[in-house]
C-alpha cells in the first residue's frame, strides 16, 4: 500500500492564558448560526468553556465526534489540586449529557475547524492567545486513510440514511 499525504489541524490549548473570557463560545455559535452570523448561543457553539471561577479553572474543550453508547465508567481528575467534573475533558457528543447538542433538534456538533475560514474563528478572537492554531502534513498509509473514509462514511449513514446519502451523491456527481 502507497504513502498519501494528510493535512493535519491542531488547535493548541494553553490553559495558563485562559481567563474565561468565553469570546471562543459566542464566535463559534455566531458563525454556526442560519444565516450565518444572525444569532450568538453559546449553546450552539462547538467549543464549551467549563469555567470555576472560585477554583480558578478555566478551560476550553472542543467538540468531537457523536457516540451512540456512553461510558461505563468515568474518570476523576485532580491537576494542581483542583478537581475536574468526571466528564470534563470529554469532548465527545453522547446520550448522558447535554454537551453539544444543537438547542432545538437535540442533534450531535461537531467542531468543523470553521470550513473554509484561513485561520478558527474561536483563535482569531482569542485575545489572549490561549488558542494557537497549527497545520501540519503526515504521510498516512493509504489503507489507513481508507478505514478512515469508510468511518466517516459510515457515521454520515447512521445520520442520515444510506438512501439519503446515495441520492445526495447522485445530484453531486450529476452536477460536475
Ligand atoms: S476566547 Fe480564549 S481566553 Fe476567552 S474563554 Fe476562549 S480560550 Fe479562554
Ligand atoms: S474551530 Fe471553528 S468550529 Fe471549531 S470551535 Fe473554533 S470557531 Fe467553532
Aim: with cysteine; aromatic share 6%.
Amino acid at each position: 500500500m502507497s504513502k498519501v499525504k494528510k493535512k493535519v489541524k491542531v488547535i493548541k490549548i494553553d490553559l495558563d492564558k485562559c481567563n474565561g473570557c468565553r469570546a471562543c463560545e459566542l464566535i463559534c455559535s455566531a458563525y454556526h448560526a442560519t444565516p450565518k452570523y444572525s444569532s450568538n448561543n453559546p449553546a450552539r457553539a462547538r467549543i464549551r468553556l467549563i469555567r470555576e471561577p472560585l477554583q480558578d479553572v478555566y478551560l476550553p474543550v472542543y467538540a468531537g465526534e457523536y457516540t451512540a453508547a456512553e461510558c461505563m465508567g468515568r474518570d476523576k481528575y485532580v491537576i494542581d489540586g483542583k478537581e475536574y467534573d468526571e466528564c470534563a475533558f470529554c469532548r465527545a457528543s453522547c446520550p448522558s449529557r447535554d454537551a453539544f447538542k444543537e438547542p432545538d433538534s437535540g442533534l450531535p456538533l461537531k467542531c468543523d475547524m470553521c470550513e473554509d475560514e484561513e485561520e478558527p474563528l474561536c483563535v482569531k478572537w482569542c485575545i489572549n492567545d490561549a488558542l494557537t492554531y497549527e497545520e501540519r502534513e503526515e504521510e498516512v498509509e493509504e489503507e489507513a486513510m481508507l478505514e478512515e473514509m469508510e468511518t466517516g462514511l459510515k457515521s454520515l449513514i447512521d445520520k442520515y440514511g444510506l438512501e439519503n446519502l446515495v441520492d445526495t451523491i447522485a445530484r453531486m456527481s450529476q452536477k460536475n
